[in-house]
């Protein structure tokens, strides 16, 4: 996240999901924040894993640039009912969680 742990900490504990992350990754623990791919390569670094092989979920353009320029590919999200804008580096759009299927996924989206 561009955020703060704190804050992302506060907001995971508040909806009760805290526990379904192992690691969580935040702008606090690298130089440079969003739309530089520093906190996308330090997570995929954590996660022991190739940038190429991660998947990135982001729901701004400035987010999606990041992912993109670390080298993952990039799912633009937007729930319904909400304004958004279009994720430029976004390989598939998705207004729903449930679009994510196994299929898709195993696909490279």
Known sequence: SASE???IELLLGRIALRGRF???TTSDEVARSKPA???YLKAA???GLAPADCLAIEDTDAGGAAASAA???VVGFHPPGQD???IATAHR???SFD???GEALRTGI
Request: hydrophobic fraction near 40%.
């Open 5 to 7: 742990r704190q804050w």
């Open 45 to 47: 670094d954590k996660l």
């Open 22 to 24: 192992g690691d969580i």
């Open 37 to 39: 791919p520093d906190v």
């Open 71 to 73: 080298g993952m590919r």
């Open 84 to 86: 958004w804008q279009a």
């Open 93 to 95: 759009h998705i207004h």
């Open 99 to 101: 679009e994510l299927t």
